[in-house]
């Protein structure tokens, strides 16, 4: 998960560098993971999309599959179907987390 350290130390590179490089670590940390947990943040993925209708990127990670939800608005982040989605991913264990205007959901191994 990112930390504000984290966010600190990004630097201003190439975008076809940067995204060349998040696909190249998702292929090689996906294998981490069982294809019913890729099934699963599939289908979670979907559901976080249609909930805050707004950019999301999911990323396999050594331990842990993180979706990001990118700048989603005040009204949104307060709506029922948002509500929801939080209790449900809080009754299955999925960490929830918001950093600079962007929120993030942690589906640890």
């Given at each position: 998960?990112?930390?504000?350290?984290?966010e600190?130390?990004v630097?201003k590179?190439?975008?076809?560098?940067?995204?060349?490089?998040?696909?190249r670590?998702n292929k090689?940390n996906?294998?981490?993971?069982a294809?019913?947990q890729?099934?699963?943040?599939s289908?979670?993925?979907?559901?976080?999309?249609?909930?805050?209708?707004?950019?999301?990127?999911?990323?396999?990670?050594?331990?842990a599959?993180?979706?990001?939800?990118?700048k989603?608005?005040s009204a949104?982040?307060?709506?029922k179907?948002?509500?929801i989605l939080n209790?449900?991913?809080?009754?299955?264990?999925?960490?929830?987390?918001?950093l600079?205007?962007?929120?993030?959901?942690?589906?640890?191994?």
């Amino acid at each position: 998960m990112l930390t504000s350290d984290d966010e600190k130390k990004v630097s201003k590179q190439n975008a076809r560098f940067v995204h060349a490089d998040i696909a190249r670590r998702n292929k090689e940390n996906a294998e981490n993971f069982a294809n019913e947990q890729k099934a699963f943040s599939s289908e979670f993925w979907c559901e976080i999309t249609y909930a805050y209708e707004s950019q999301t990127y999911r990323n396999y990670r050594k331990n842990a599959i993180i979706i990001k939800v990118e700048k989603p608005s005040s009204a949104v982040k307060r709506s029922k179907a948002v509500r929801i989605l939080n209790e449900k991913a809080t009754q299955l264990g999925i960490k929830i987390k918001e950093l600079h205007n962007h929120i993030f959901y942690e589906f640890a191994l």
